[in-house]
């Protein structure tokens, strides 16, 4: 395993693109993270009673363990820098799960905007925050019968001192390739990006204030839509990625950076982390040669 030195340096060249990555201190009570496959620890896997076979898990687990690869993830790693145990789904209640330093809404195929009727995952965003709303709810309720459930839910200040995560947006863009053209998928980035923003929102009124927010990887690079979208060669880029899909990722990611920005602006007493995954997973592709394997999606 890498040391913890190690992989503090590269949180640093993660998040070295925010302003106020300075002011980030890896010392939180609890985590609360909230997204799709890139970093759901088994919600999903959970929630709908799907099943997971090898080689999913072989690499860190030895067995499938809820992730959608056979490794860790990103959140994974996050999670052992900061010396504290990796996340339970929140829709995980076998195997007496402890959610002492927080827990993991996250469920693959999760999209931003309102689940479709055949979409992959039911468990949208907002779904996601009203599954933390009453997480909240449940936690303050217990604490309040005194010490007896302490070890197994986190402490009322842990709301308020903890960090927030959030990775989604992926599968409203990659999926609407299926149905929509590239001009449709582009003008409806400001509506996903208002229901992420109201998503935020509510948890800064539930006293949120320590925001880490990835923007969406290259899209255009991921196997299954070069495979599908990429047959034709003059619609991919000079890494043969597909153009198309690329484009939408970053024209999320900079109408996703302006609203991280906007946020700041409108709460000084928030944190707000804009992680620019893209450009760290395109370094990755275009530079394999230079970091050897890699055990988890991207």
């Given at each position: 395993m890498a040391s913890k030195s190690f992989i503090l340096q590269i949180l640093a060249f993660i998040f070295i693109f925010s302003p106020l990555a300075h002011s980030i201190q890896f010392?939180?009570?609890?985590?609360?993270?909230?997204?799709?496959?890139?970093?759901?620890?088994?919600?999903?896997?959970?929630?709908?009673?799907?099943?997971?076979?090898?080689?999913?898990?072989?690499?860190?687990?030895?067995?499938?363990?809820?992730?959608?690869?056979?490794?860790?993830?990103?959140?994974?790693?996050?999670?052992?820098?900061?010396d504290l145990p990796f996340l339970n789904p929140y829709l995980d209640s076998i195997g007496t799960p402890t959610f002492r330093k927080?827990?993991?809404f996250a469920a693959a195929g999760s999209t931003v905007l309102p689940a479709s009727a055949n979409a992959v995952s039911p468990f949208s965003f907002g779904i996601q925050v009203a599954?933390?709303?009453?997480?909240?709810?449940?936690?303050?309720?217990?604490?309040?019968?005194?010490?007896?459930?302490?070890?197994?839910?986190?402490?009322?200040?842990?709301?308020?001192?903890?960090?927030?995560?959030?990775?989604?947006?992926?599968?409203?863009?990659?999926?609407?390739?299926?149905?929509?053209?590239?001009?449709?998928?582009l003008a409806s980035i400001?509506?996903?990006l208002e229901e992420f923003e109201t998503g935020i929102q509510e948890l800064y009124d539930q006293g949120a204030r320590n925001f880490w927010i990835h923007n969406t990887g290259p899209l255009g690079c991921l196997?299954?839509?070069?495979?599908?979208?990429?047959?034709?060669?003059?619609?991919?880029?000079?890494?043969?990625?597909?153009?198309?899909?690329?484009q939408a990722a970053r024209l999320f990611n900079l109408q996703l950076q302006a609203l991280c920005k906007k946020f700041q602006g409108?709460?000084?007493?928030?944190?707000?982390?804009?992680?620019?995954?893209?450009?760290?997973?395109?370094?990755?592709?275009?530079?394999y040669s230079r970091y050897g394997s890699c055990s988890s999606p991207l």
């Open positions: 010392n939180f009570p609890a985590v609360f993270n909230f997204g799709d496959s890139n970093s759901d620890t088994g919600g999903l896997v959970a929630g709908i009673g799907d099943r997971l076979d090898p080689p999913n898990g072989q690499i860190f687990f030895k067995r499938p363990a809820g992730r959608f690869c056979d490794g860790r993830l990103i959140i994974d790693f996050l999670m052992d820098a900061m927080g827990c993991n599954q933390f709303m009453r997480f909240k709810i449940r936690v303050l309720q217990l604490l309040e019968q005194g010490r007896k459930f302490q070890k197994y839910i986190p402490q009322e200040n842990s709301f308020q001192k903890g960090l927030y995560m959030f990775d989604i947006g992926q599968n409203d863009l990659a999926g609407a390739f299926y149905s929509k053209s590239l001009d449709q998928i400001p509506t996903i196997t299954q839509n070069i495979a599908k979208f990429g047959t034709d060669p003059s619609k991919l880029d000079e890494l043969g990625c597909v153009s198309g899909h690329n409108q709460h000084p007493d928030a944190k707000v982390i804009h992680v620019d995954i893209y450009t760290i997973k395109y370094n990755l592709i275009a530079n």
